[in-house]
């Protein structure tokens, strides 16, 4: 058998599957745990031509698009476009910059092994395509919001800075679009695309759900998703040190003004006293 290939993207933070199902035909309802698979005649109708046996592309709920056996970089354009009439947020333009290949190779009498370009089995099984396409889709969306994990430490930074320096006053809207930053981070990173969660064909299978592990392991999806997670727990605490900072300062400047309004009245009280005011 000729080896499968993939092309993994990650394209945008959230697809509406079932918008795309609908579009399509395809009377099933999604739910955020399997992806929308396109290919046969819907496939090509999309793509405008003939397509290969065994082309197909499917289409996952946190924002990653994977190409199983594509023959022209064209396709991913059309298909992109496609997905953007329903996510007008899908970036085309920089589609390459989340991506990932993969390869997978059939070789009868050798065991399983996995390397960083592909992965080897003795014989095909039907659970192969999506389960690699689900660890790859995971694996791009993943480098995705670690990136844009690192552009809110720098803008923490920033403001780290800003307090070494003596500003000390952080205003609420500053604060508050900062903290949702990290919320949406931590939406679409540990919550919707649900690394710890596996295919539904794992818990029927025991071959697939052995097989599952070992891609997880070995793209190191369960590190990377303690490690963000960790990092998104300091990011928390560092919010809410600037917080505490903030509020006390506003504490401090309200102590500050009663203190002036009582000697303000006690002024005018002495004043009265000595007949210098009626």
Request: aromatic letters at 10%.
């Amino acid at each position: 058998m000729k080896a499968m290939t993939f092309k993994a993207f990650a394209v945008v933070n959230e697809i509406d599957l079932n918008k795309i199902a609908i579009h399509c035909g395809i009377p099933k309802k999604f739910t955020w745990e399997e992806p929308l698979i396109l290919k046969g005649a819907i496939l090509e109708s999309i793509l405008g031509r003939e397509i290969n046996a065994g082309q197909m592309v499917l289409i996952f709920s946190f924002g990653s698009v994977v190409f199983i056996n594509q023959t022209e970089p064209s396709e991913t354009t059309i298909l992109l476009k496609f997905i953007q009439r329903f996510e007008p947020d899908v970036e085309i333009n920089n589609a390459d910059r989340y991506t990932d290949d993969y390869k997978l190779h059939i070789h009868e009498n050798e065991s399983l092994e996995l390397a960083d370009e592909y992965v080897m089995v003795p014989e095909f099984e039907e659970f192969y395509p999506e389960l690699i396409s689900t660890v790859l889709a995971k694996s791009v969306a993943l480098e995705k919001t670690e990136e844009q994990l690192g552009k809110i430490h720098d803008r923490l930074e920033t403001m780290i800075d800003r307090l070494e320096k003596g500003k000390l006053r952080i205003g609420n809207k500053e604060l508050a679009r900062t903290t949702a930053k990290i919320l949406r981070h931590e939406y679409n990173t540990l919550a919707y695309i649900m690394i710890l969660d596996k295919p539904e064909i794992t818990w029927s299978s025991s071959t697939a759900s052995e097989f599952y592990d070992k891609m997880m392991e070995f793209f190191e999806l369960s590190d990377r998703y303690k490690i963000l997670k960790s990092k998104t727990e300091i990011l928390y605490n560092i919010m809410d040190g600037f917080s505490t900072i903030s509020h006390s300062i506003r504490g401090l400047f309200v102590e500050w003004v009663i203190v002036l309004l009582i000697l303000f009245e006690i002024v005018l009280t002495l004043l009265q006293i000595a007949g210098l005011l009626p």
